[in-house]
């Protein structure tokens, strides 16, 4: 297939699109903002779902299910959720249609109106907090430790294939705790789990912080989260982890009896990811040519494409192919064989280079005859003769050696593209000229952070955990800093 | 723990609607009609998914997901489909909320009216095929083979955990396929793969059949399904697989050029289960006691409870106990050791019966002195005292023996409440009197039909794919039938 994307370099924003539906992962549907994930995106998001979940349950967590409509008046009981969230929204006002009178179509029934507007779930906690007030009374009731996999709705205007859609898909954890300490301990864990996955699975290096005040979610006291460097130099938060305080547990009412016997409000946090990790990924690897994949979330590790003349050669072929096939599968490889005759070699190569599946078998008669398999990986586009003896080992090398090259190369990126800027003038300049994460001393205001945003469009993405106390002077207002924070430009 | 459970010969819906709630499976939310699953509940369902998603993956299948929500110009365009399911159904009219004037709430903003209001999805097919039409053009698009798992809303007015929810979890596959053939088979074969699932891992016995034209999906041409009988007579239908002709093809133009180079409308299919399968579960094997789960849908499979006095007597339990989980997780068995020191064990033998538990271990300084354990069967309720040396052998043939005995004791249940009459009054007095199926000959008149359901609230559950033909007169009109069919009363 040709594949005619447009080049990274000519037009990133372009290039992205082109790729999400060139690739099959998604594509844009009759509903406004509301997208279709395509069987290959979504298979990628089903080993995303999978080693997320694992890692869930392995802390202790267990996954519900709760209401998909929160009644309009939920919204309104934590006064600064019902600022962040309730007002793009999709609401449901009425419960039938019926025959319209000239008998050419349908109309919503006036008679059915419902007596409270029901909002579509942008985020599940009153409707959570709602029913936790049945489930704890006591101490012995807690922690509870609840995730849920869910569609959400928040009316976006501007859409972006995974990044930004009316719908999309995520989990969110809920959790309750005896005490503030356990519930910050919790939300820190949590953001470690979502940093861990992000490395480890997806190979997306990532800087683990906290948000400022004016970024931090809606209803939280504090927003822990993990930033991303895609390759244009603009970041990307790629989850997200709240320390929720009292607020919910006092909005709806929920409190528990102490061993000592005393009533307390329950401390609570709330966390979670989305189907945004699908862009974080295909932003941080892919290349002009397409997507490229870390084997641990590609759905095809490898594909195997036989080069043949006529049905007997193929034969011989298939007849080398099937075990290797079986032996693949046994080490726990996914392998696709394509042996379509509809299309020719080069057009199938085109296309899972275009998939990013990470590693292609080639096999020819020079190949029958030498016993030898021409091997490419996705990552560096090299190629290599390997005989036959050695090519298990090979692949299983490669689905390690791939996962970790791709990883370092996006370490690499983004420590190039991590600056320290001492004035406000060099910050300027570096975010146009160079973009990513630009390191600077900041007062903490809230008028400063607003200043720079309306100014360069830069953000706050994060106060890294891990930064070192450094005395200095913010670069906007001269007032001092006890440590710098990391500004960027961001989806 | 107390269970205070009614009795199901007492009455039936109650001890169904209070074994739900106290086994933690589910309950009511404050959004009228909408469940909240629980942990424990939603622990079986995840069970039920990757046991049916397994089979449809190795049947071809893969998994992708489409928009929430459905334009209401789409549900015209099949017009029997639209009669059948655009009537109740959430109706979204509106995309913000705003703070009211008096600053004491938020309001639906008039300003932000839909031009064309979206239906919350009560099925997929209509933006399915609106979107298959971009992806089906050549005969090598076909088939096409895709499950889509995901929540849908129907406006029920009355409403029962898990059985009718307006709001419920399940998976729609929807499939394209070049020819009539071809799609008839799917349809087979996931009716198929809908029984094997049922008998093998819910251990339920279902009937397979097709329904009658006025019991058919709205726009199927043919609608297969699974039937089972619940303990108190009433049949449940477990899942459905339509051949659907090519109505959605003609209604949303999707064609495909053969290999001859005609264009021809696809043929589809569409098959669903969802959490009605919980109702199914529970409602063929709990008894008075509880629940009774088949041990390859039990989040727990084995819980072992010690019975101790003072931490010493604990410890020394726990020392022997600790090696036993080990040895029940390498087999794959999910073991729970419930040391709790807050309740006693006669509450916890109490939770776990209720609770479904397909075997319980206890074990007592008599257990250590001996080198025994108490091994207790939740199906028949049946102790006895196993040594060690033999208990994980035990626990394995009970994994097995216990999958088998709880299906074959409803297999026997059915076929005791097969009835077959031949004459209306006998019809009459064996619904009344007796329950079940009732095996009769009918006319194949929709008259008829709606005559024995208006009359007796017995409909044709189906006409059994195996029904051996025989010929016979209808019992309500004597005129002629070839052969017979199934009623019942059904949830």
């Known amino acids: ?73 939920y919204l309104s009981k934590e006064a600064s959720h019902v600022e962040g969230f309730a007002k793009e929204c999709a609401v449901v006002t009425h419960y039938r249609l019926k025959n319209s009178e000239d008998g050419k179509g349908i109309v919503v029934d006036p008679d059915a109106k419902l007596e409270e507007e029901l909002i579509v779930r942008p985020t599940s906690e009153t409707i959570i907090w709602d029913t936790y007030r049945k489930w704890i009374q006591s101490y012995r009731d807690l922690p509870l430790l609840i995730n849920q996999w869910a569609n959400v709705v928040r009316w976006e205007m501007r859409t972006r294939l995974f990044l930004r859609t009316a719908e999309f898909l995520w989990q969110e954890g809920h959790t ?33 912080g906290t948000k400022t005040e004016t970024e931090r979610f809606a209803g939280a006291l504090e927003t822990y989260c ?21 607020n919910f547990a006092k909005a709806f009412d929920v409190k528990f009896a102490t061993k000592e016997g005393n009533k307390e409000y329950v401390w609570a946090t709330s966390w979670g990811v989305s189907t945004r990790l699908m862009g974080a990924l295909i932003m941080t690897h892919s290349d002009d040519n397409g997507l490229v994949l870390p084997p641990k979330l590609a759905p095809i590790q490898v594909v195997i494409v036989p080069i043949y003349k006529g049905l007997e050669q193929l034969q011989m072929i298939s007849d080398k192919i099937n075990p290797l096939v079986a032996a693949l599968r046994e080490k726990g490889i996914s392998v696709k064989y394509d042996d379509r005759d509809t299309q020719k070699p080069g057009f199938k190569f085109n296309e899972y280079e275009l998939k990013g599946v990470p590693v292609r078998i080639a096999v020819g008669q020079r190949d029958l005859d030498n016993g030898t398999y021409e091997v490419a990986r996705r990552d560096t586009l090299e190629k290599e003769v390997v005989p036959a003896t050695e090519i298990v080992s090979k692949v299983e090398f490669l689905m390690e050696d791939i996962q970790r090259t791709i990883y370092q190369k996006a370490v690499e990126y983004r420590s190039a593209h991590i600056t320290e800027v001492q004035t406000y003038d060099e910050f300027k300049s570096i975010l146009e000229e160079k973009g990513g994460f630009i390191s600077a001393h900041w007062d903490g205001s809230n008028e400063t952070e607003e200043r720079i945003k309306n100014e360069t469009k830069a953000t706050i993405r994060c106060i890294p955990i891990d930064a070192k106390l450094e005395e200095g002077r913010c670069m906007v207002s001269g007032k001092p800093s006890s440590r710098r924070v990391l500004f960027a430009k961001a989806y």
Request: aromatic share 10%; hydrophobic share 40%; charged share 25%.
């Open 1 to 73: 297939m040709a594949k005619n994307l447009t080049k990274r370099s000519d037009d990133y924003s372009k290039w992205y699109n082109e790729l999400v539906v060139k690739a099959d992962l998604a594509e844009n549907s009759g509903v406004r903002g509301c997208m279709v994930i395509k069987p290959y995106g979504f298979a990628i998001w089903e080993k995303m779902q999978a080693g997320l979940d694992k890692m869930f349950k392995e802390t202790g967590h267990e996954n519900a299910y709760f209401p998909l409509f929160i009644p309009k008046s």
């Open 176 to 208: 309750a705790h005896a005490t503030e300490d356990e519930a910050i301990a919790e939300a820190k864990q949590m953001m470690n789990v979502y940093a861990e996955f992000s490395e480890e699975h997806m190979a997306v290096p990532v800087i683990k």
């Open 226 to 246: 993990i930033e991303a460097l895609m390759q244009d130099g603009k970041a990307l938060q790629a989850g997200t982890s709240h320390f929720l305080g009292q």
